[in-house]
T-cell receptor, first 115, second 113 residues
Framework: EPEVTQTPSHQVTQMGQEVILRCVPISNHLYFYWYRQILGQKVEFLVSFYNNEISEKSEIFDDQFSVERPDGSNFTLKIRSTKLEDSAMYFC?????????????FGEGSRLTVL | AQSVAQPEDQVNVAEGNPLTVKCTYS??????LFWYVQYPNRGLQFLLK??????LVKGSYGFEAEFNKSQTSFHLKKPSALVSDSALYFCAVKGGSSYKLIFGSGTRLLVRP
């Protein structure tokens, strides 16, 4: 069964460092998303991406965050200058079409720890 | 603005008993509703969705959910709980033209043997 894969599974970084989280969405999916979850709590939307551009972003997704699809298969989330409060589990997801007709498929997550 | 509420932080049930995990929503327009499950240190797995049609929706692992428009609810149910159902359950809603899903705060289900 096709799945969304994420790397790394866990990354530890120093405050102020740049981090790149990588995702390989399901191959025929068109919509891509990043969510984050702090300490097993609420799952928060960060950004959605379609047709090589951001389609929607939340207030959390400020100038320190960026996304791109560099090679047609990977979908990356970059955090330019990490802060302590960026420590969370980051989930990538993809869907065939808009989420009103289909569910999102999530990866297993990348745990980011900022020291 | 779209929102979803899960009023219970935790639900405890004995194995073999029926379970209900509650969810209420607020959207403009027709709601598109989802349930996801998260096992420890894992991603979110899709359980079921309501888009249109029958108010009772059947999903994975024997779960079902009942859409109630007048009560703006979408409660998750299972006739007979298993210990392996113990996990974190999230209700989610999409409304309008937004691409994203909005998740509730989650309900931890604990099924005791």
């Amino acid at each position: 069964e096709p799945e969304v894969t994420q790397t790394p599974s866990h990354q530890v970084t120093q405050m102020g460092q740049e981090v790149i989280l990588r995702c390989v969405p399901i191959s025929n999916h068109l919509y891509f998303y990043w969510y984050r979850q702090i300490l097993g709590q609420k799952v928060e939307f960060l950004v959605s991406f379609y047709n090589n551009e951001i389609s929607e972003k939340s207030e959390i997704f400020d100038d320190q965050f960026s996304v791109e699809r560099p090679d047609g298969s990977n979908f990356t989330l970059k955090i330019r200058s990490t802060k302590l409060e960026d420590s969370a589990m980051y989930f990538c997801a993809s869907s065939e079409g808009q989420t009103n007709t289909g569910e999102l498929f999530f990866g297993e997550g990348s745990r980011l720890t900022v020291l | 603005a779209q929102s979803v509420a899960q009023p219970e932080d935790q639900v405890n049930v004995a194995e073999g008993n029926p379970l209900t995990v509650k969810c209420t929503y607020s959207v403009s327009g027709n709601p598109y509703l989802f349930w996801y499950v998260q096992y420890p240190n894992r991603g979110l797995q899709f359980l079921l969705k309501y888009i249109t049609g029958d108010n009772l929706v059947k999903g994975s692992y024997g779960f079902e959910a009942e859409f109630n428009k007048s009560q703006t609810s979408f409660h998750l149910k299972k006739p007979s709980a298993l210990v392996s159902d113990s996990a974190l359950y999230f209700c989610a809603v999409k409304g309008g033209s937004s691409y994203k899903l909005i998740f509730g705060s989650g309900t931890r289900l604990l099924v005791r043997p």
